[in-house]
């Protein structure tokens, strides 16, 4: 109860200021994403003694002293340009240490320092980065004198921690907030909007990541033609003249039975994790597949969690150049057939390498959104109910001796009809709650939208 009353007071106390950004960076394996989760006090990044499982970017709001910051785990830096992969998890870690106010610089204390570390600390001087030297895995050792070797780096901030058993990390935490209260100082930003969680799902390279970069507006999640490049769900804020969204890029979800290894299995974790949390969905199908029993499997999580969902059929421009001419309207036709049980869901079809389909997106989440929050009056919903429920009822669809009184809305977000009624078994309480549910689908616009029905006795 008191944590809860200090983080509102914290909000509070940061409206109208600048959230800083603060860079966890190192080499692999140094135990960033230990911190990471040790900061945000859960676990988000996946953890495992595997080098660079890290390739994604979380971001996570942390309190330092009463002062808010957004705290962001990069992907290790080996200064490797032999491996693709990797040279792209670098290039977005620099990319992020540039926007940064305090870069984190984490090192292994049970270990000499690198080559690759001194080239990574003379990188960041030049840069001019407030710089803080988080000396890893020192547990039961915090308050001993640092190694020698680390004093050769001439770092005025320095600091002793076990990210894992959570030695140093109060002292920490104080550093990095009076670091903090000199960046805040320096100006004022805008107070970071309320954000709609939109996940973007799908089954392993069908689009989501380079989805996701169209969406943000800049390349921030690597995409790369290798399977499970994405292993973190990765969380972007994105600002549009649509609304304020908070995108999240999944780990392609597969089959339990295929999991190999910790990795993958953590990764599936944090993309089931992140589906129950959104607001919204965004599967992503790739058609030259046609709907597989992967997908349907996904878009049965989405309908059994009641998610908002927009069906992002990708690859549009692959299918046109494969057969010319091909409608539109049959691709979405055969989609809808094979995902009838996501029956409510907003289709859209497209490219992710056209940047025109962006507008449309946000344009069709930005109605989503809004039908999700909609509350119809009492009014409307029981002149709706008998007029079309009383032409079911004469044409035999709805059960002779069924009785509907009156419905009311009890919920948004999602939305929830409460249909008062006569006593029914429960098979006749499923039947009449999907009629209902199709009556006021036809005559207001649900779209996008789960919709739930209660029936409840009078």
């Known amino acids: 109860m008191e944590n809860a009353f200090r983080q509102k007071l914290v909000s509070k106390m940061n409206e109208g200021k600048k959230q800083p950004l ?55 830096i080996e200064f490797n340009p032999q491996e693709p992969l990797q040279s792209a998890v670098e290039r977005k870690a620099w990319e992020i240490i540039e926007e940064a106010d305090l870069v984190m610089f984490v090192v292994d204390g049970r270990a000499s320092l690198t080559l690759p570390e001194q080239e990574l600390l003379a990188r960041l001087r030049r840069l001019g980065k407030r710089l803080l030297l988080v000396i890893n895995k020192r547990e039961g050792m915090t308050h001993e004198v640092p190694p020698a070797d680390f004093f050769s780096l001439g770092v005025e901030n320095m600091l002793q921690v076990s990210a894992l058993h959570g030695d140093g990390i109060r002292r920490l935490k104080e550093v990095v907030g009076e670091i903090l209260k000199e960046v805040v100082s320096e100006g004022k930003l805008a107070t970071s909007p309320q954000r709609s969680k939109v996940v973007v799902l799908g089954k392993p390279n069908v689009g989501k990541s380079t989805l996701c970069n169209l969406l943000f507006g800049r390349e921030r999640c690597i995409v790369s033609d290798v399977p499970g490049t994405t292993r973190d769900a990765v969380t ?97 036709e055969w989609a809808r057939r094979d995902l009838s049980f996501l029956h409510y869901a907003s289709f859209l079809i497209g490219s992710a390498l056209d940047t025109s389909i962006r507008e449309k997106i946000f344009a069709a989440l930005a109605g989503i959104i809004t039908r999700y929050h909609q509350r119809v009056k009492t009014s409307v919903l029981n002149e709706i109910l008998q007029q079309e429920l009383s032409e079911l009822k004469t044409k035999g669809f709805l059960p002779e001796r069924s009785k509907l009184y009156y419905a009311t809305q009890t919920r948004i ?33 649900w779209e996008g939208v789960p919709l739930d029905v209660e029936l409840q006795r009078k």
């Open 22 to 76: 603060v860079a966890i960076v190192g080499r692999t394996n140094v135990g960033k994403s230990t911190l990471f989760n040790r900061l945000a006090k859960k676990r988000i990044a996946i953890v495992d003694p595997t080098p660079g499982v890290t390739r994604d970017f979380l971001e996570e709001i942390v309190d330092f002293q009463d002062i808010e910051a957004r705290v962001v785990d990069t992907g290790g």
């Open 236 to 332: 972007i804020a994105v600002d549009t003249p649509f609304g304020h969204y908070q995108l999240i890029d999944t780990a392609g979800l597969i089959r339990k039975a295929r999991l190999q290894d910790a990795v993958s299995f953590y990764a599936q974790t944090r993309a089931q994790h992140a589906l129950e949390e959104a607001d919204l969905c965004i599967l992503v199908i790739d058609p030259l597949s046609g709907v597989t029993r992967q997908d349907k499997r996904i878009a049965a999580q989405v309908a059994e969690h009641k998610k908002c969902c927009l069906v992002f059929l990708n690859k549009w421009d692959l299918v046109q150049k494969l057969n010319p001419g091909f409608p539109q309207a049959r691709i979405e």
């Open 413 to 445: 977000a999602p939305p929830c009809i409460r249909v008062y009624t006569n006593s029914m078994d429960e098979e006749t309480k499923k039947r009449v709650a999907k009629i209902v549910e199709q009556a006021l689908r036809r005559r207001l616009n």
